[in-house]
């Protein structure tokens, strides 16, 4: 039971944005340093983009900045909006891949499970994640300046 | 964000032992009933087995049948013990794969959401998924005679 890497992938985007507070940011300079793919992120950058979560300058010192104060930012939001199917079994977007599907009670149970852990993700934002003292930590992990 | 097709046909293996209520089965039965590859099954009903979820007979009328009453087994326990890794996040089980591990909030949200999804989980035995009218359904659903 693992997030895609899509969702991960954008959190950490948008982290990484919210701790430059409005300095604009390169897909290439958040691909260095988490040592992640560029490619993959640019997906993922495109997306967040299409999404509103992102706002990109063109021209040679363009770049990316967050489209809302971190504090407007649910992660549980970036997470539904991320994940390709909130499915955690396949029954429940595949309703014909189980005989037992018009009566169980297991699919009903993940559900209610998975309701559970959106409500976590639902009860925090991108500010929550970023508190002053995390913030600074995480500036100087990322080699990011002040 | 899905469980492993492991945990996934375990659990539907110990329902389909709790409806037939105590009688041998086989894995090719089961296999059949839900139309499911049989060789992936094997290995789950090995681990089933190796666990003491599952009793099982050998010889012409052997079988599988479970080792304690469906009231006796929590679907979380099986949950657990069937999914191959409980991250939901990759930096939960190895460490060195994102910069910001040492002081990351995110992936304790996530732990935080992943122990709301299996307390719900948790809160269920076998024997809640099957309750005398749901019971009677998903018999008729897998052909089980009465």
Known sequence: MRITRHS???LRTLMYLALKQGSVVTINEI???YGISRNHLTKVVNRLHQLGYLRATRGKNGGLTLASAPGQISVGAVFRDMESSLAVVECVDEPGA??????CRLQGLFNQAQ???LAQLDAHTLADLLPP???RQLRDLLAIER
């Open 31 to 33: 691909a260095e340093r």
């Open 115 to 117: 309701a559970a852990f």
């Open 98 to 103: 189980c005989v037992l599907s018009p009566s």
């Open 133 to 135: 003292e995390t913030g």
């Open 8 to 10: 991960d992938y954008a």
